[in-house]
């Protein structure tokens, strides 16, 4: 049997495995702060636990399901990192230092179903789902190699971005979320959490009823549906009327803003009409809007980045409209930094 990761239970799953052993919450905080605070390695450094409750624990969990497979650094200061799972599957993970702090893009399923036409994760198709502890484990990892590093730095942001849909992994996102944000543990706010889907609605109606309170992003992409089908073929099953509804109920029940991204493919979806469309379709809401540079897919030959021009064009029409707009800066483009791009290439050398 494969021994779970002790980081996929949330401090209350935790207080209430202990319990039976006769543990109470006491030990469930002890061992939380041997995980989240000291962020030790090894269940044998957790020095105050009893001998009989790490025994125990080792029994049923483990504390490393990632090995470090690549690690790649890019002259900006951005680290990707490739993991190894238990079961031989690779997976991303990238941090990005910022001036407002130091964020990683966390993978939430192997492969990707949704299969949008410009990216690389979709290219593979969704192996299985990520446990909660492996999505937890990016972030330690992460940590704990700037732990390691002694310059005090501390992973303060964190963008669920990575290969995968993380909506189509609702329950292990949820748990992820409650864990890295738990104010006993790594305590990251969840102002500085975006999640970005591609626009699963009913999960948007769920999402905005957990009261969870982080970010949420829509992989928007096209400003009407014939564009939006023809380079995201979810737009068939969701279309925009949907998507939008499923938007208006969140800004409707939170007080936050959400982010649209759509990222910029030449004479596709750049041009000055796809500007005006966009700014008609979401310029009376609450809104942030991200505009991504494309990064080329060597198997998606048919998109190609817009030129700077057309960005500045598109942006300057969306500024002028009054949305909150920004050109999302690009972090280690030199490593194979677009979402999904270092393990297809890997994949492929393997096969
Ligand atoms: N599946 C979710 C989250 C992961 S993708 C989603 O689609 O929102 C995260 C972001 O990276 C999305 O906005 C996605 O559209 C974008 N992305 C994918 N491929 C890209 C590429 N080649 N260049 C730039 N951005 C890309
Ligand atoms: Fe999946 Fe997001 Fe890539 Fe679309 S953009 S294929 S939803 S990871």
Known sequence: MNKSSIYGLTFDQLEAWLLPHGYKTFWAQKLWNWLYRERVADFDAMTD????????????????????????????????????????????????????????????????????????????KKTRDLTSGE??????????????????????HIVVMGIGEPFDNFTNLMDFLNVVMNQKGLEIAGRHITVSTSGLADKIYEFTDSKVPVNLAISLHAPNNELRTQIMKINKAIPLEKLMDAVDYYLENTNRRITFEYILLKDVNDRPQDALELAELIGHKKQYVNLIPYNPVDEHGQYQRSTPDAIMAFYDTLKKKGLNCVVRQEHGTDIDAACGQLRSKQIQKAQ
């Not at 230092?97 to 993978?107: E, M, Q, W, Y």
């Open 49 to 124: 636990m009893k001998p009989e409750c790490l025994a125990l624990l080792k029994e049923h969990f483990v504390m490393h399901t990632l090995t470090e497979h690549i690690k790649q650094e890019s002259a900006d200061g951005t680290v990707k990192f490739l993991f190894k799972l238990t079961d031989g599957n690779l997976i991303e993970t990238v941090m990005m230092r910022h001036k407002f702090g130091l964020s990683v893009c966390v993978t939430t399923q192997v492969g990707c179903n949704i299969g949008c036409s410009f990216c690389a994760s979709g290219l593979l």
């Open 135 to 156: 999505i937890v484990e990016q972030i330690m990892n992460v940590q704990r190699a700037l732990d390691e590093a002694g310059n005090g730095e501390k992973v303060s």
